[in-house]
């Protein structure tokens, strides 16, 4: 298995970030069910300790499970490089930084959706997700993107993303996804 | 008298449907890999038993669960709202757990998509 060529950037960023105080989590290889759960576990005890309200926490633990299940889905692309999900906190609030390898056409469906998504004022996006969650056809292989809309609607659009091609042809995804905790702890 | 339960897991909430009574109670985390798998049996039972009655009670009480799930819990709604030749009155509780405003707001949204009346409740 080749290491993930991003994740040594994140953690580095991470570690110099002068007002880092926290790495709640790092999770690095293979996603199964059983991670994702006893991850989430996790992250409601952490956050429960450093007085988050249980609103905000809902928030991070359906956005973290999103990000997690959807590399788990991914992951017959992820045999050579291992995916990655941290969860770190800063003085203004949590940042999910997540990454894995995905198929030529994710590639192509999450640079555009992401790029349109972010252009879109609240109302817009508000629309777009009511219209997406009324008429998505769920399968047994996915939510045909509601899982990514949900990310951004919940986030209030606070994602940045990144592909890059890799030696082997195949494409890494990282993504950052920023909530503030400004008027969220107790 | 139908009785249909199922125990809550770490990845499924706990449902229990009792016809005489006329409750349908949903409780825990709704995080299945395949939610389809987990709500097909749910939906079943919805529709047998609204053959034979006219009003349900419906207890939601999440702690969190994934899109699929929502999408589910989304098309449950739409199923009870469902005409069936004669008058149905359906009560929607949904509970959340403290201040959890995440899941008030959630519940909103299947309020307004759904058409149903939701009363919104506070559980410890």
Same mark, same amino acid.
């Given at each position: @298995?080749?290491?993930?060529?991003?994740?040594?950037?994140?953690?580095?960023?991470?570690?110099?970030?002068?007002?880092?105080?926290?790495?709640?989590?790092?999770?690095?290889?293979? @996603?199964?069910?059983?991670?994702?759960? #006893?991850?989430?576990?996790?992250?409601?005890?952490?956050?429960?300790?450093?007085?988050?309200?249980?609103?905000?926490?809902?928030?991070?633990?359906?956005?973290?499970?999103? %990000? @997690?299940?959807?590399?788990?889905?991914?992951?017959?692309?992820?045999?050579?490089?291992?995916?990655?999900?941290?969860?770190?906190?800063?003085?203004?609030?949590?940042?999910?930084? #997540?990454?894995?390898?995905?198929?030529?056409? #994710?590639?192509?469906?999450?640079?555009?959706?992401?790029?349109?998504?972010?252009?879109?004022?609240?109302?817009?996006?508000?629309?777009?997700?009511?219209?997406?969650?009324?008429?998505?056809?769920?399968?047994?292989?996915?939510?045909?993107?509601?899982?990514?809309?949900?990310?951004?609607?919940? #986030?209030?659009?606070? %994602?940045?993303?990144?592909?890059?091609?890799?030696?082997?042809?195949?494409?890494?995804?990282?993504?950052?996804?920023?909530?503030?905790?400004?008027?969220?702890?107790? | 008298?139908?009785?249909?339960?199922?125990?809550?897991?770490?990845?499924?909430?706990?449902?229990?449907?009792?016809?005489?009574?006329?409750?349908?109670?949903?409780?825990?985390?709704?995080?299945?890999?395949?939610?389809?798998?987990?709500?097909?049996?749910?939906?079943?039972?919805?529709?047998?038993?609204?053959?034979?009655?006219?009003?349900?009670?419906?207890?939601?009480?999440?702690?969190?669960?994934?899109?699929?799930?929502?999408?589910? /819990?989304?098309?449950?709604?739409?199923?009870?709202?469902?005409?069936?030749?004669?008058?149905?009155?359906?009560? /929607?509780?949904?509970?959340?757990?403290?201040?959890?405003?995440?899941?008030?707001?959630?519940?909103?949204?299947?309020?307004?998509?759904?058409?149903?009346?939701?009363?919104?409740?506070?559980?410890?």
């Amino acid at each position: @298995m080749m290491e993930n060529p991003k994740i040594r950037e994140v953690l580095h960023k991470i570690s110099v970030k002068e007002s880092s105080v926290n790495n709640l989590v790092i999770v690095y290889g293979k @996603m199964t069910q059983e991670i994702i759960l #006893s991850t989430v576990k996790l992250i409601e005890r952490k956050l429960m300790l450093e007085n988050f309200t249980r609103g905000y926490i809902t928030k991070v633990k359906m956005i973290g499970t999103e %990000i @997690m299940q959807n590399i788990s889905k991914h992951q017959q692309y992820s045999d050579e490089v291992a995916p990655y999900f941290i969860l770190n906190a800063d003085n203004n609030g949590l940042h999910l930084y #997540s990454g894995n390898l995905i198929s030529d056409e #994710s590639k192509d469906y999450l640079s555009k959706n992401l790029t349109q998504y972010k252009l879109l004022n609240k109302a817009e996006l508000r629309a777009i997700y009511s219209e997406t969650f009324l008429n998505t056809s769920l399968t047994k292989e996915g939510n045909a993107g509601l899982g990514l809309l949900t990310i951004v609607y919940k #986030s209030e659009q606070n %994602i940045t993303h990144d592909l890059v091609q890799l030696s082997n042809g195949a494409y890494h995804y990282s993504l950052e996804v920023f909530l503030n905790a400004t008027l969220n702890k107790n | 008298m139908v009785i249909f339960k199922k125990e809550n897991t770490e990845s499924t909430p706990a449902v229990d449907f009792d016809y005489s009574s006329k409750v349908l109670s949903i409780k825990g985390v709704c995080s299945p890999e395949n939610p389809i798998a987990f709500f097909e049996e749910i939906f079943t039972h919805i529709n047998e038993f609204k053959q034979q009655n006219s009003e349900l009670l419906v207890e939601f009480t999440f702690d969190y669960f994934n899109t699929g799930s929502s999408k589910c /819990i989304l098309n449950l709604l739409f199923k009870i709202k469902s005409k069936t030749g004669k008058d149905f009155n359906c009560k /929607i509780n949904w509970f959340v757990l403290g201040d959890d405003e995440e899941m008030r707001e959630s519940g909103e949204l299947f309020e307004e998509l759904s058409g149903l009346k939701f009363n919104y409740l506070t559980a410890n």
